[in-house]
């Protein structure tokens, strides 16, 4: 993929008021996938300042200091979803807002393909605050499951992140 070809996107928090913007979070994630074409995402449960909801996201978080965005994406892959990965391409950049959180986030986003499964390393929030679990989905199924998880603002603001990415990836699976 050219860097012409990758997507780029900036999008805004229509969800919550902006106050102000206090910090930028690098974060990579990635889209999934297996020899079958299957796709894998997190499955998040949460009852919080963003209120209560079921989601699905891309796996993925920041990215720690000193680290590189490759270096990131394997250890967060190796954490959620308990995988060894092929970084096929890198999708592209989303820039989103979370105004209640007075944050920005620059999503960096690849393509994955699994190599093998392991054991997950979850951490204890993710554990016991998110319920975080895995989903195997197809990308049919993924997308209807985004749109189901739009029922609330902050399923709105991540389907809204990651449903072009989603599309964008499928151009490649």
Request: charged fraction near 30%; glycine fraction near 6%; aromatic fraction near 8%.
């Amino acid at each position: 993929m050219t860097d012409q070809d990758m997507l780029c996107l900036e999008l805004q928090d229509t969800e919550w008021p902006l106050t102000y913007i206090d910090h930028d979070r690098q974060i990579v994630r990635a889209i999934v996938c297996d020899d079958a074409g299957f796709l894998y995402f997190a499955r998040l449960r949460r009852e919080d300042d963003f209120g209560k909801a079921v989601l699905i996201e891309t796996s993925g978080g920041g990215v720690e200091p000193g680290e590189d965005l490759t270096e990131a994406i394997h250890r967060e892959l190796r954490e959620e979803l308990g995988v060894e990965v092929d970084v096929i391409c890198k999708l592209g950049v989303v820039s989103d807002y979370y105004n209640l959180i007075h944050r920005h986030n620059i999503n960096h986003y690849y393509l994955c393909k699994i190599c093998s499964f392991g054991e997950k390393h979850l951490t204890q929030d993710e554990l016991e605050k998110f319920h975080l679990s895995t989903l195997k989905l197809t990308c049919e199924e993924a997308v209807r499951e985004y749109e189901l998880r739009s029922d609330t603002k902050i399923g709105r603001l991540i389907a809204n992140r990651e449903l072009p990415v989603l599309r964008r990836a499928m151009e490649y699976i």
